[in-house]
């Protein structure tokens, strides 16, 4: 392994001896000489557009435009300029390489095969939302990286801080209506590839666990932790579980717990009878980045508090 982050760090800075006129970043696969002010950024991770869109940027390019706009909402939106350069996993390096990028961004799960190729064309940070057993932590860490590298640290600061500020918020909101406390388990349902139904459950080393547990409330889904944050199971064995609240997202045209063959056990579920299943916006990103977890304390309030 050190072997392989040693020649990926080559192929990102040159020779190992060689100076930066830039910054020199560490980050999952190697090293990278990032430019002190970088303008023409490609991200190939949702969370990472989110970021720059955060940071008051806009990517030149990005995977799977469709899939985001799916998927995720922040109260930023992509500009019109931005550009798909393919898919996540497999991102066109010719789309890439035409939009003259000085800085990209990626996720080390998908650019593990293709980190060298990616650094010839531009110094490629790879960022690892796995690498720890905080993934709110790791969101954290990789935003402020985020902002440092675009020089934008005191926007990295500010929205952090309004996201604690409505954290906070949004806790002390629960404490009045005498919600604190309360249980729940949070689940994320689609149709998977072939036809099979998908849940997965949120451990407590997810982002979402961390955010619902900074707002008062406990995960009941006692699985370990596990390395993406979640665990898969059937549907049927949303019959066992124990908790007050069930929070779920899912899309309006894929909701698994809607279709006809699963409506009669998920209509006897306890947290369904008592009124206690939160549908939460489609678009509510469970892997994103500060905004989305904005998003998500939103939907919390909106949904257990009404408001």
């Given at each position: 392994?050190?072997?392989?982050?040693?020649?990926?760090?080559?192929?990102?800075?040159?020779?190992?001896g060689?100076?930066?006129?830039?910054?020199?970043?560490?980050?999952?696969?190697?090293?990278?000489?990032?430019?002190?002010?970088?303008?023409?950024?490609?991200?190939?991770?949702?969370?990472?557009?989110?970021?720059?869109?955060?940071?008051?940027?806009?990517?030149?390019?990005?995977?799977?435009?469709?899939?985001?706009?799916?998927?995720?909402?922040?109260?930023?939106?992509?500009?019109a300029?931005?550009?798909?350069?393919?898919?996540?996993?497999?991102p066109?390096?010719?789309?890439?390489?035409?939009?003259?990028?000085?800085?990209?961004l990626?996720?080390r799960?998908?650019?593990?095969q293709?980190y060298?190729?990616?650094?010839?064309?531009?110094?490629?940070?790879?960022?690892?939302?796995?690498a720890?057993?905080?993934q709110?932590?790791?969101?954290?860490?990789t935003?402020?990286?985020t902002?440092?590298?675009?020089?934008?640290?005191?926007?990295?600061?500010q929205?952090?801080?309004?996201?604690?500020?409505?954290?906070?918020?949004?806790?002390?909101?629960?404490?009045?209506?005498?919600?604190?406390?309360?249980?729940?388990v949070?689940?994320?349902?689609?149709?998977?590839?072939?036809?099979?139904?998908?849940?997965?459950?949120?451990?407590?080393?997810?982002?979402?666990?961390?955010?619902?547990?900074?707002?008062?409330?406990?995960?009941?889904?006692?699985?370990?932790?596990?390395?993406?944050?979640f665990?898969e199971?059937?549907?049927?064995?949303?019959?066992?579980?124990?908790?007050t609240?069930?929070?779920?997202?899912?899309?309006?045209?894929?909701?698994?717990?809607?279709?006809?063959?699963?409506?009669?056990?998920?209509q006897?579920?306890p947290?369904v009878?008592?009124?206690?299943?939160?549908?939460?916006n489609?678009?509510t990103?469970?892997?994103?980045?500060?905004?989305?977890?904005?998003?998500l304390?939103?939907?919390?309030s909106?949904?257990?508090?009404?408001r």
């Open positions: 392994m050190k072997a392989l982050l040693a020649v990926l760090a080559l192929a990102a800075g040159g020779s190992a060689a100076a930066c006129a830039g910054r020199e970043v560490t980050h999952a696969l190697g090293t990278a000489c990032v430019p002190k002010a970088p303008k023409r950024v490609v991200v190939l991770e949702w969370a990472y557009a989110e970021n720059v869109l955060a940071l008051g940027g806009q990517p030149v390019g990005m995977a799977d435009m469709a899939g985001y706009r799916e998927w995720v909402n922040i109260p930023v939106p992509l500009g300029g931005v550009q798909d350069v393919g898919t996540r996993q497999q066109s390096l010719e789309k890439i390489r035409a939009l003259k990028p000085d800085l990209i990626t996720a799960l998908r650019s593990v293709n060298a190729a990616l650094s010839a064309i531009a110094p490629t940070v790879a960022f690892d939302a796995y720890g057993p905080s709110y932590g790791e969101m954290r860490s935003f402020s990286t902002g440092t590298l675009l020089g934008r640290q005191n926007t990295a600061r929205v952090l801080s309004n996201l604690d500020a409505r954290l906070a918020r949004v806790g002390q909101d629960l404490k009045k209506a005498g919600r604190a406390g309360e249980s729940f949070f689940a994320q349902a689609f149709t998977a590839r072939g036809g099979a139904p998908t849940t997965r459950l949120l451990t407590s080393n997810s982002m979402v666990s961390e955010v619902m547990a900074k707002v008062g409330l406990v995960n009941a889904w006692a699985a370990p932790a596990q390395p993406y944050g665990s199971v059937s549907l049927e064995a949303l019959a066992t579980l124990n908790t609240n069930f929070l779920y997202v899912a899309q309006k045209e894929d909701n698994v717990f809607a279709a006809p063959s699963v409506r009669p056990l998920w006897g579920l947290f009878k008592s009124g206690r299943a939160y549908p939460l489609e678009k990103w469970i892997f994103g980045g500060p905004l989305s977890a904005l998003t304390a939103n939907e919390i909106r949904q257990l508090l009404g």
